[in-house]
């Protein structure tokens, strides 16, 4: 039995995808600064990606910029922009709930002259306008909140965020990555400034990604070189990669609406039937505004560890929170940013469906779930004391 309920941390390429790609590592070789005709066909397909990608988000051709994933249009948004508009002001606003990625920017920046102000979030993990506004002073040139959370996948109010930042003359910048393929994601209509997209989260290859930069936002680069992605992104364009994000995002523009709401059911289902048959299970995140492939539950008395190690000996690949950070002892952040206490951060567990989940996956994960709880909820001294 081999069942993937991971779809957060990593998605495998659509075939399709790969169908599209495998021209451009044989015969397309070409290298879009090349002035001969290889060069103009590589050209010619750049060009066409990045309207793909632009059409993804309701953007325009110029405005986006092809990057080696969202690590690096995080780094290029809040970086490039920070140094670029230092005249203006020095502060800037994320929540405390973003990506690892984030976090690790805003210490960068704080160690360069910058002041980062972090927002709370509620029980559920939603930010909420009025705290954001609290934090708002003349200095603060740019605020970063993430679309939608990459572990308990609460959305949070983007729109609303857009219009206090449009009024307020202050930058917008979102890390788009969860909500990718999920949820429409329209540039103008939240008044975004910068969007971080990411390829393998629509089913495109690992190492590719892009930036969407609004017209007239003026950044830094960070990878300086040839001129290429308009002077904001040197070094030769990965061809194939960019060729198979393009490709994922045109099937996903398509069949995101059905997807997204097949892939609801399978939340639903999972999230009634494990708080109805698992006794002293709840769920983490919100209950409504949540991304329609995410389930996330804490177990009193066990600790997530040992719940993904039974599932994994029975071939069922789960996570306890973000893949970035699994590697550290410490309890998820965003967990204890809603207010959980330790121990009940590491008695979570986190499921995430994806495009190819199957009825049968959730069939077999939700008979398995109740009797792996109870045989480790009986080997804890934790949940005999409760
Ligand atoms: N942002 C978010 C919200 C993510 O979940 C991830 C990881 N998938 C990243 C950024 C980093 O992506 P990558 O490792 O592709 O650069």
């Known amino acids: 039995m081999s069942i993937y309920l991971d779809y957060q941390s990593a998605k495998p390429l659509d075939p399709r995808v790969i169908t599209a790609m495998k021209p451009y590592f044989y015969d397309k070789f070409g290298n879009p600064s090349s002035l001969h005709k290889v060069g103009d066909n590589a050209t010619n397909v750049l060009n066409d990606a990045r309207l793909a990608i632009a059409n993804f988000i309701a953007a325009e051709k110029n405005e986006i910029i092809f990057t080696s994933g969202a690590t690096e249009s995080n780094n290029l948004a809040l970086i490039g922009f920070a140094l670029r508009n230092k005249n203006k002001g020095n502060h800037i606003i994320i929540s405390e709930i973003e990506h690892i990625s984030i976090h690790n920017i805003a210490k960068f920046l704080t160690k360069n002259g910058f002041t980062i102000s972090k927002v709370p979030v509620d029980q559920f993990g939603k930010v909420s306008i009025e705290k954001i506004k609290e934090r708002i002073n003349d200095k603060t040139i740019l605020i970063s909140i993430g679309y939608a959370n990459?572990?308990?996948g609460t959305i949070q109010p983007i729109g609303e965020i857009g219009e206090l930042c449009r009024n307020k003359k202050i930058a917008f910048h979102s890390d788009a990555v969860p909500a990718e393929g999920l949820l429409p994601l329209d540039v103008n209509k939240d008044n975004l400034d910068l969007l971080t997209l990411s390829s393998n989260d629509i089913y495109g290859p690992k190492g590719i990604g892009a930036l969407y930069m609004r017209k007239g936002i003026k950044l830094n680069p960070l990878i300086i070189g040839g001129g290429q992605e308009h002077g904001l992104r040197s070094g030769s364009e990965n061809i194939p990669g960019i060729v198979g994000m393009a490709k994922a995002a045109e099937i996903m523009k398509i069949e995101m609406t059905a997807e997204a709401e097949r892939l609801s059911n399978y939340r639903d289902r999972l999230i009634k039937e494990i708080l109805t048959n698992i006794p002293k299970s709840y769920l983490n995140g919100h209950p409504s505004r949540r991304l329609p492939n995410n389930a996330h539950f804490r177990f009193s008395g066990i600790e997530g560890e040992s719940?993904?190690?039974?599932?994994?000996?029975?071939?069922i690949a789960i996570s306890t929170?973000?893949?970035?950070?699994?590697?550290t002892l410490e309890p998820s952040h965003t967990l204890i940013a809603t207010g959980l206490l330790h121990e009940e951060a590491h008695g979570s567990?986190?499921?995430t469906c994806g495009r190819f989940t199957t009825e049968k996956d959730i069939d077999t994960f939700l008979n398995v779930i109740p009797g792996v709880v109870n045989k480790l909820r009986k080997l804890s001294p934790l949940y005999k004391e409760e």
């Open 349 to 351: 567990l986190q499921i």
């Open 150 to 152: 990459n572990e308990i």
């Open 321 to 327: 929170g973000s893949a970035c950070s699994s590697k």
């Open 307 to 315: 719940l993904l190690l039974s599932l994994k000996d029975k071939g």
